[in-house]
């Protein structure tokens, strides 16, 4: 399927609400700022992917044969199979972001949050939790 949407993978809609600024690498901090307020600026359509996608295009882990995040709780395909799941939106869909993230909410519960995100570094850093999520997901809708 040919589309012109940037592609988003569906852990992402985990990630984007919680951003703070920091990441793996200055030129991947800046590209997730910049992919983060165009989706909640121009609430742009997306196409929800299980794979590397415009974020994953700056990330100093990705390489060609995946990411080298893998194994830190399972892989990231892992994670972005369970957030579709979990959403229930077809892979490869186009979905209006912020559509995309209130079906997510509307499902995501403390429990699959943990599991999804309790072995990322960000979470042992304290820097995002189901409440955080659940936080920045709400203000983003309300706006």
């Given at each position: 399927m040919?589309?012109?949407e940037p592609k988003l993978r569906f852990h992402h809609l985990l990630c984007l609400p919680l951003f703070q600024g920091k990441g793996y690498s200055d030129g991947f901090s800046v590209n997730m700022q910049s992919v983060k307020d165009r989706l909640e600026a121009e609430d742009?359509?997306?196409?929800?992917?299980c794979g590397g996608d415009m974020i994953c295009e700056h990330c100093p882990n990705r390489t060609e044969d995946g990411c080298l995040l893998d194994g830190c709780g399972g892989t990231v395909a892992q994670k972005d199979s369970e957030v579709c799941r979990l959403a229930e939106i077809d892979r490869q869909s186009v979905e209006n972001y912020r559509n995309a993230l209130l079906r997510l909410r509307n499902k995501m519960d403390k429990k699959a949050f943990d599991i999804l995100c309790s072995e990322c570094r960000w979470a042992k850093l304290g820097l995002c939790s189901f409440e955080k999520w659940r936080e920045g997901v709400d203000?983003?809708?309300?706006?």
């Open positions: 040919l589309t012109r742009t359509a997306v196409q929800l992917i203000e983003l809708l309300s706006s």
